[in-house]
């Protein structure tokens, strides 16, 4: 078989290392890949919200099936315009993907089906919204309608922090459209869950939870990131949480898309609070988290293509998913600087024999000439797969520690809340 997919991240190099273990798999096209995803895949310089470029790809190649792994082309109808090709496609539609592309949209729907979250306003006018925070409670949760690369949902502790949030989104559109509208939450306090699930519009089969490391720098300090590492399974997801999350969010969530008309086929990522009064949904992702994808995909037993085709067909509760009862541990190594500004092009090293439980995922590097250099924020996912999330957790920094390029940094505590939290349940 001949694959294609969309997108040029550590996310989308894990897929793609998943889905090589087909042994029918003969062609990945990455569009538009990194420098070290080109070591697994044809990488094909095409962006991945240039639709009409990706589809002229597809009708002059022979593609067997595609993967659709960035929200970008997912909002802008990628998966649309490939079925409308005759492609088969892993991936919501476009009004599918408006569970994640449209804050306002999924506040709105889970309201109307009673799905548990928090508590909000919407606003289209930036004064509205700076009268409404002089008397709304604090901490209040201050995010961006549309899509702002993980970065538009703002944590105001004080009034002016408030103030600011919306000033930052809706009058100086520091993400730009994405920000013509906003929706203020109140504060949620628990631990958090993400976990990932397939589905196919019918059928749920959610994959080991994880718990990702959003802020920049050690004791969850400094500004959020797109995520700084993530571990698997979190421990805070209980066998009893993940049955009451099955009844009252996931299996809720896709009956209600279903119900408006827009149902859900791909992967739906549900974040979670777990709050003293139950689950709440922070946020849903219309396809696989990054940097959880890296951390999760790993202890899946089950053949990765398999379970797509089985999504795209109609046809999950056909495929039992199975998982490694193991745990892993991805750290990430960014650029200097990141999540603000950093410099591009240092070289990067790494060894050329690591443990067989490390897997390196590429997010932002490319090649000039047969040296790999930096060319983004979040540059590799350092990620390892052991019995014990201690042990991950060990394997992973002492496999980062091997590693090199200028200004390198990454957190030093992933995986300790975890870690503390499995002593304490």
Not at 369 to 395: N, Q
């Amino acid at each position: 078989m001949n694959l294609m997919v969309i997108g040029g991240g550590g996310r989308e190099h894990a897929i793609i290392r998943a889905l090589r273990k087909n042994p029918q798999v003969q062609t990945i096209w990455c569009l538009p890949g990194n420098g070290g995803i080109a070591r697994d895949a044809q990488c094909v310089p095409i962006g991945a919200k240039d639709i009409p470029a990706i589809t002229a790809f597809a009708r002059e190649h022979p593609v067997d099936f595609a993967v659709v792994a960035q929200d970008d082309p997912l909002a802008l109808g990628c998966v649309d315009a490939l079925h409308a090709l005759g492609v088969a496609c892993f991936g919501p539609e476009a009004k599918a993907a408006r569970i994640e592309s449209s804050k306002v949209f999924a506040k709105t729907l889970m309201a109307k089906y009673r799905i548990p979250t928090a508590r909000c306003e919407i606003f289209s006018d930036a004064q509205a919204a700076l009268a409404y925070l002089e008397t709304a409670p604090l901490p209040a949760v201050v995010k961006a309608d549309g899509l702002a690369l993980g970065k538009g949902v703002l944590i105001a502790r004080t009034r002016d922090e408030a103030r600011q949030a919306v000033r930052t989104l809706m009058q100086e559109r520091k993400f730009g459209d994405a920000g013509s509208r906003v929706v203020i939450e109140e504060f949620l306090t628990g631990p958090e869950v993400s976990v990932l699930a397939f589905t196919d519009g019918k059928t749920v089969r959610p994959m080991v939870s994880s718990m990702d490391h959003k802020c920049a720098f050690d004791g969850d300090e400094g500004p959020n990131t797109g995520g700084m590492g993530a571990v698997a399974p979190n421990p805070y997801y209980t066998p009893a949480v993940a049955e009451q999350c099955m009844q009252t969010i996931f299996l809720p969530t896709v009956r209600a898309m279903a119900a408006e008309g827009c149902p859900f086929r791909g992967c739906l990522y549900f974040g979670l609070m777990l709050t003293p009064d139950g689950p709440k949904v922070i946020e849903y992702n219309c396809r696989f988290g990054d940097p959880e994808t890296q951390a999760v995909l790993p202890l899946l037993k089950t053949d990765l293509l398999t379970v797509m085709q089985a999504v795209e067909r109609g046809e999950l509760d056909s495929v039992p998913v199975e998982w490694d009862a193991g745990a892993s541990a991805c750290v990430v190594l960014a650029s200097g600087g990141y999540p603000g500004a950093y410099e591009k092009d240092k070289p990067i090293a790494i060894p050329a024999e690591l443990p067989e439980n490390i897997t390196v995922y590429h997010a932002g590097d490319r090649l000039a000439g047969d040296t790999l250099v930096t060319a983004g924020g979040r540059v590799l996912g350092v990620t390892a797969v052991a019995p014990t999330l201690r042990r991950a957790v060990e394997d992973a920094y002492a496999a980062v520690d091997r590693i090199r390029f200028d200004g390198a940094f990454c957190r030093r505590d992933i995986g300790r809340r975890a870690l503390a939290a499995g002593k304490e349940l």
